[in-house]
Nanobody
Framework: QVQLVEFGGGLVQAGGSLRLSCTAS????????MGWFRQAPGKEREFVAA????????YYADSVKGRFTISRDNVKNTVYLQMNSLKPDDTAVYYC??????????????WGQGTQVTVSS
C-alpha cells in the first residue's frame, strides 16, 4: 500500500504560479502511474494530468495544456505539478492519485487527501 500526501496549495492571483508536490510513502513510487485531479465546489472531480511510471508518457486535460507541467522524481518518491498562468477557473482541491495496474483515472487505487488551490481575479 502507498500513502500519498500533497503539498504546495495556497492562494495566488490570476496569472501567478504554484507548484504542487505529492510525496509517496510505503512503496516505491516507480511502481505507479501517477496523476493529478481536481474538484471545484459543486462540480465533479476531473482529470488534470498524468504521467507513466518512467515518465515517458504524459497526458493533460485540454483546459491546462500549455500552462501546467507534470513531472516525477522516482528517487525522491515525488510527483510535481507546475501550474503557470493560473486562472480563477483553476480554483479547486487538487488530488494526487496512483495506480499500479493501469493509467490513472477516476478509479485509481490510491488518493491523497487533497490540497486547496485558490486563484483570485
Amino acid at each position: 500500500q502507498v500513502q500519498l500526501v500533497e503539498f504546495g496549495g495556497g492562494l495566488v492571483q490570476a496569472g501567478g504560479s504554484l507548484r504542487l508536490s505529492c510525496t509517496a510513502s510505503g512503496r516505491t513510487l516507480s511502481r505507479y502511474n501517477m496523476g493529478w485531479f481536481r474538484q471545484a465546489p459543486g462540480k465533479e472531480r476531473e482529470f488534470v494530468a498524468a504521467i507513466s511510471r518512467s515518465g515517458g508518457a504524459i497526458y493533460y486535460a485540454d483546459s491546462v495544456k500549455g500552462r501546467f507541467t507534470i513531472s516525477r522524481d522516482n528517487v525522491k518518491n515525488t510527483v510535481y505539478l507546475q501550474m503557470n498562468s493560473l486562472k480563477p477557473d483553476d480554483t479547486a482541491v487538487y488530488y494526487c492519485a496512483a495506480d499500479s495496474r493501469a493509467e490513472v483515472n477516476q478509479y485509481a487505487e490510491y488518493w491523497g487527501q487533497g490540497t486547496q488551490v485558490t486563484v483570485s481575479s
